[in-house]
């Protein structure tokens, strides 16, 4: 016993490393007796309780193990350079697609993906929203095709602005991984409308402010609490479009 009350532990609290016996002399172990022989453990006050955001990780990576074990037939995701993370509930599988890579291979790891995909939407019961929502609006204005260009522009608008919304409460109860997901995302979306990245930033801290204080990020120009917000905090609206879309007609790209 006293060979083994030299070796050293790590400090439950401080992380330092400190010898058996203090941890004993502290109480953060504990001796017992069994069948003459004594043994050592860890005290059940030793470590700090789970907090619920521990729990519910521990949880999402149990449900992430628990879907790849049971789809055997599939190379492991991390066979094919992509891996199965949650993003507040609804599980992504990611995927890096490198500079030199070859095409071949890309080609033959996504068509196994794709099959993992089906399947995570299957598992998950959440379908993954669209990179940016233009391609999906764009094909639904099909059905306006007698509506007049303002109000196929305020519906796009809209339609964008409730997407960027939704964006922005995830990103306030994400993690700052997730956070830097979806930045990247919103510039990505908003650079679309030729912005500047000091309005963009502009707008989306304005709106995150709002969204802390309980209310909307921008809703037609006023908030939830009945403030007017600036149109120029708004990120769509249908002048913009407008102007958008006479610049991809004359590129042969109608919206």
Same mark, same amino acid.
Do not use: C
């Given at each position: 016993?006293?060979?083994?009350?030299?070796?050293?532990?790590?400090?439950?609290?401080?992380?330092?490393?400190?010898?058996?016996?203090?941890?004993?002399?502290?109480?953060?172990?504990?001796?017992?007796?069994?069948?003459? *022989? /004594?043994?050592?453990?860890?005290?059940?006050?030793?470590?700090?309780?789970?907090?619920?955001?521990? %729990?519910?990780? %521990?949880?999402?990576?149990? %449900?992430? @193990?628990? +879907?790849? /074990?049971?789809?055997?037939?599939?190379?492991?995701?991390?066979?094919?350079?992509?891996?199965?993370?949650?993003?507040?509930?609804?599980? =992504?599988?990611?995927?890096?697609?490198?500079?030199?890579?070859?095409?071949?291979?890309?080609?033959?790891?996504? !068509? /196994? #993906?794709?099959?993992?995909? @089906?399947?995570?939407?299957?598992?998950?019961?959440?379908? !993954?929203?669209?990179?940016?929502?233009?391609?999906?609006?764009?094909?639904?204005?099909?059905?306006?095709?007698?509506?007049?260009?303002?109000?196929?522009?305020?519906?796009?608008?809209?339609?964008?602005? %409730?997407?960027?919304?939704?964006?922005?409460?995830?990103?306030?109860?994400?993690?700052?991984?997730?956070?830097?997901?979806?930045?990247?995302? #919103?510039?990505?979306?908003?650079?679309? +409308?030729?912005?500047?990245?000091?309005?963009?930033?502009?707008?989306?801290?304005?709106? @995150?402010?709002?969204?802390? =204080?309980? !209310?909307?990020? +921008?809703?037609?120009?006023?908030? /939830?609490?009945?403030?007017?917000?600036?149109? !120029?905090?708004?990120? *769509?609206?249908?002048?913009?479009?407008?102007?958008?879309?006479?610049?991809?007609?004359?590129? @042969?790209?109608?919206?």
């Amino acid at each position: 016993m006293s060979n083994i009350a030299k070796q050293k532990v790590r400090h439950p609290v401080s992380g330092k490393m400190i010898t058996i016996a203090s941890a004993v002399k502290l109480g953060f172990m504990k001796t017992y007796v069994r069948d003459g *022989v /004594k043994y050592l453990e860890w005290a059940d006050h030793a470590f700090p309780p789970e907090s619920d955001r521990e %729990r519910w990780k %521990r949880d999402e990576q149990n %449900r992430i @193990q628990r +879907f790849i /074990k049971d789809n055997p037939d599939l190379p492991h995701p991390g066979e094919l350079g992509a891996v199965i993370e949650s993003d507040n509930g609804r599980l =992504r599988l990611w995927f890096e697609i490198l500079e030199h890579s070859s095409s071949d291979k890309n080609e033959r790891q996504l !068509d /196994k #993906l794709t099959k993992w995909k @089906q399947r995570l939407v299957r598992f998950d019961k959440k379908r !993954d929203p669209l990179p940016h929502p233009i391609p999906s609006i764009l094909s639904d204005l099909e059905k306006l095709g007698k509506e007049s260009d303002r109000k196929k522009h305020t519906l796009i608008s809209k339609e964008i602005n %409730r997407w960027i919304a939704e964006r922005l409460y995830d990103w306030e109860k994400g993690d700052g991984k997730t956070r830097s997901f979806i930045d990247m995302e #919103l510039f990505g979306m908003l650079r679309l +409308f030729n912005y500047e990245d000091g309005l963009i930033s502009d707008i989306l801290n304005k709106a @995150q402010a709002r969204v802390r =204080r309980g !209310d909307y990020p +921008f809703a037609d120009g006023r908030s /939830k609490t009945g403030l007017l917000i600036n149109r !120029d905090e708004i990120p *769509v609206n249908h002048k913009v479009l407008k102007s958008l879309a006479r610049t991809w007609k004359k590129r @042969q790209q109608p919206l």
